[in-house]
């Protein structure tokens, strides 16, 4: 796959699970032995931590969080090279009791034969720990 193409998937990866649907594109466009794993210490923020390729489509098959939708994803600057797309993104969500959920992302994708091999999701988990903590 050309760098562009990864590119592309990992927008669309981006858009997929944030919308919490379309559980078959993240099976087709998953290596098998993709894994999936969030900055953080696992004891403060629950959400940190690394998933293989089941256990993160079993969390992303539960519906959203978020109203209207799921969480909304607009991108920032992206650059790819060899198997490796670097892309940086902000989500926002509301949540059924009105709150707007905001947070910066920085995303490394690895790509194996065209297909997400892994992901490295870093973003500031101390604001979304005091968010959710609420």
């Given at each position: ?13 981006l ?32 959400y ?5 390729k089941r256990?993160f ?6 519906p959203?969080?978020?109203v ?9 600057e992206?650059?790819a ?27 490394l994708f ?10 490295k999701?870093y ?12």
């Amino acid at each position: 796959m050309s760098t562009e193409q990864n590119k592309q998937t990992a927008k669309t990866f981006l858009k997929v699970m944030s919308a919490h649907e379309d559980m078959a594109w993240l099976e087709e466009h998953m290596d098998d032995d993709a894994t999936y794993w969030t900055c953080g210490k696992p004891h403060l923020f629950d959400y940190a931590g690394t998933r293989d390729k089941r256990s993160f489509i079993d969390w992303a098959r539960h519906p959203s969080i978020f109203v209207d939708g799921g969480s909304k994803v607009s991108y920032g600057e992206c650059t790819a090279e060899g198997d490796h797309v670097a892309l940086e993104s902000q989500t926002s969500g509301k949540l059924p009791d009105g709150r707007i959920y905001t947070n910066e992302y920085h995303y490394l994708f690895t790509f194996r034969d065209g297909k997400v091999l892994g992901v490295k999701e870093y973003m500031d988990t101390q604001a979304a720990a005091e968010f959710f903590a609420k």
